[in-house]
């Protein structure tokens, strides 16, 4: 019965999860930005004037630039590494010898303290947007903003629906937080199991003991028997 490698598949499932959650954490920010007329309200200020809500300064645009762009560099990197890993177990590829680990376990690492960098700037500023909003006592929370009218200096914005986009980009934000935790935590398993199966190599019959057991356990090589 063939037994399939229980890291690279779980590390698959992952990479599949970690597309959708890394663009589901970005594209509400964007929805956002649109509303406000392309403007960051990471850390922005308000004020409240009888029924509308003034924004006195928006927040720097750089901070939802680096939340929303860092998308493009995570989603490419799952994308290439996870197809790599599905081709090599669909192909048995030897993984000790020829499947690319510690790079991986690099680039994990650094997805990781990146996209926990930008989870804590999208929380931050968001926490600071919400708390000046429900300054004014007639606002109980954050949310109550949306059924207001916004406006900037002399322009009316009208309604918005920041407060159900930003908290699902949160969410989705710290999930792929957890998700490249694990990424980075299984790879480190991979490499090192390939450690202990190169340092175990043995010789037989012009195949090394690597060459029979790839990501694919227990499959005999053409002319083995």
């Not at 954490?25 to 409240?48: D, E, H, K, R």
């Not at 939340?67 to 590494?81: G, N, P, R």
């Not at 999208?122 to 929370?141: E, H, M, P, R, Y």
Request: charged share 10%; glycine share 8%.
């Amino acid at each position: 019965m063939v037994k399939i490698d229980w890291i690279v598949g779980s590390s698959i499932l992952i990479y599949l999860a970690t597309l959708i959650t890394e663009i589901v954490s970005s594209v509400p920010i964007g929805l956002t930005q649109s509303q406000f007329g392309g403007n960051c309200i990471l850390g922005a200020s308000v004020q409240y004037d009888t029924k509308t809500i003034n924004i006195t300064e928006y927040g720097n645009t750089s901070a939802c630039g680096f939340c929303t762009y860092l998308t493009i560099f995570t989603v490419l990197y799952a994308l290439c590494y996870g197809s790599y890993s599905a081709f090599a177990l669909y192909k048995s590829v030897e993984n000790a010898t020829l499947m690319w680990v510690l790079p991986a376990i690099m680039i994990c690492c650094l997805m990781f303290c990146m996209k926990f960098i930008s989870s804590c700037i999208l929380s931050i500023g968001f926490s600071q947007f919400c708390k000046s909003v429900t300054a004014d006592a007639s606002i109980q929370n954050c949310q109550d903003g949306e059924t207001k009218v916004w406006a900037y200096k002399s322009t009316v914005i009208g309604l918005v629906d920041y407060y159900a986009n930003m908290t699902t980009a949160q969410s989705a934000s710290w999930f792929c937080v957890f998700e490249w935790f694990l990424l980075t935590g299984l790879a480190m398993l991979h490499y090192r199991r390939n450690r202990s199966i190169r340092s175990a190599g043995e010789v037989a019959g012009g195949f090394a003991a690597a060459d029979t057991e790839g990501i694919v356990s227990h499959e005999i090589l053409p002319g083995k028997t």
